[in-house]
């Protein structure tokens, strides 16, 4: 069973080398995003991410306690 569950998403065009990074940084420096991220009752995570048009990128981060 699930119990707890959280979702960070976030899309940017900072290209191949520099997408990964500016979302990391964008998500630690957003309170809520980060708490998602450090949250001590998350022990699963899912991590989604695709590539758009050229040089656009989104990523998914799908948090949960089981």
């Known amino acids: 069973n699930i119990s707890w569950t959280g979702e960070n ?3 940017n ?6 997408a990964a990074p ?8 957003s309170y809520v ?3 998602n991220i450090l949250h001590h009752r ?11 048009p050229p040089d656009w990128f989104s990523f998914v981060l ?3 306690e089981r």
Request: aromatic content about 14%; overall charge positive.
């Open 9 to 11: 998403i976030q899309r």
């Open 13 to 18: 065009n900072k290209g191949k080398e520099g």
């Open 22 to 29: 500016y979302a990391l940084n964008w998500w630690m420096n």
């Open 33 to 35: 995003h980060r708490s």
């Open 42 to 52: 998350f022990n699963h995570i899912g991590i989604g991410v695709i590539e758009g």
């Open 62 to 64: 799908v948090f949960a």
